[in-house]
């Protein structure tokens, strides 16, 4: 004999059309337990920088893309003495400066924007000695010396403009991300969500011990 859907009896914890309230402890201190644990049990959201790396499944890493770009601008710098054309010296700069952020990973990404003035500082004075005229050794250091200076007075806008567009570019791979794990490093690998999760601790503890009677 089949059952009746009106014989059947309701469930234990539904009474009408209103739920009983689960047993447990209640009050702020249980609200802010459950905040913490919600705090601790919640995963992350990736950034921009991560959901760009799976897409294109290949970044270098800082230290590789330093050397690239010694590599450019010494080529570059080498380029344009060459043919008289100092534009080119910016142009490579420029270049460097944009394409380092696309393809490293988000650690490296403060690296590689503080890296670029003296990576080509170093890159003009090596292009500057494998050029130097003079017989002497006193002779070569006034050519590399003054060569030096004159490149980058030539490129001191392109050199600006550059460093603003790396810097740019890096902030949309998540450069805050890459200098708030630079200061965690610094202080002991203690990361600003491990921070907030110790203080929601601190709070429910805090909340608990003053609910307490006596």
Same mark, same amino acid.
């Given at each position: 004999?089949?059952? $009746? /859907?009106?014989?059947?009896?309701?469930?234990?914890?539904?009474? =009408?059309?209103?739920?009983?309230? +689960?047993?447990? +402890?209640?009050?702020?201190?249980?609200? #802010?337990?459950?905040?913490?644990?919600?705090?601790?049990?919640? /995963? +992350?959201? /990736?950034?921009?920088?991560?959901?760009? @790396?799976?897409?294109?499944?290949? $970044?270098?890493?800082?230290?590789?893309?330093?050397?690239?770009?010694?590599?450019l601008f010494l080529f570059g710098g080498?380029?344009?003495?060459?043919?008289?054309?100092?534009?080119?010296?910016?142009?490579?700069?420029?270049?460097?400066?944009?394409?380092?952020?696309?393809?490293?990973?988000?650690?490296?990404? %403060?690296?590689? &924007?503080?890296? +670029?003035?003296?990576?080509? %500082?170093?890159?003009?004075? &090596?292009?500057?000695?494998?050029?130097?005229? =003079?017989?002497?050794? $006193?002779?070569? #250091?006034? @050519?590399? %010396?003054?060569?030096? %200076?004159?490149?980058?007075?030539?490129? #001191?806008?392109?050199?600006?403009?550059?460093?603003?567009?790396?810097?740019? &570019?890096?902030?949309?791979?998540?450069?805050?991300?890459?200098?708030?794990?630079? @200061?965690?490093?610094?202080?002991?690998?203690? @990361?600003?969500?491990?921070?907030?999760?110790? #203080?929601?601790?601190?709070?429910?503890?805090?909340?608990?011990?003053?609910?307490?009677?006596?």
């Amino acid at each position: 004999m089949r059952e $009746h /859907p009106m014989d059947r009896q309701p469930d234990a914890d539904f009474a =009408g059309p209103f739920l009983v309230a +689960p047993d447990g +402890p209640t009050g702020p201190a249980a609200a #802010a337990a459950a905040a913490a644990a919600q705090e601790r049990t919640i /995963p +992350p959201k /990736p950034d921009g920088s991560a959901a760009r @790396s799976e897409v294109t499944g290949f $970044h270098v890493t800082g230290r590789g893309a330093i050397v690239a770009m010694f590599g450019l601008f010494l080529f570059g710098g080498v380029v344009a003495n060459w043919l008289n054309l100092a534009v080119l010296t910016g142009i490579t700069y420029v270049a460097g400066c944009v394409l380092a952020p696309l393809f490293v990973g988000r650690r490296a990404l %403060l690296k590689v &924007v503080i890296a +670029p003035p003296a990576v080509f %500082l170093v890159a003009v004075i &090596v292009m500057q000695v494998m050029t130097a005229q =003079g017989t002497s050794r $006193h002779g070569k #250091a006034l @050519s590399v %010396l003054e060569g030096t %200076l004159l490149t980058l007075a030539a490129v #001191a806008g392109w050199l600006f403009g550059g460093t603003a567009l790396g810097i740019i &570019v890096a902030c949309t791979r998540g450069l805050r991300a890459s200098v708030r794990e630079f @200061s965690a490093d610094l202080r002991g690998g203690i @990361s600003e969500e491990d921070l907030a999760v110790q #203080a929601a601790r601190l709070r429910a503890a805090q909340q608990v011990r003053q609910s307490r009677p006596g």
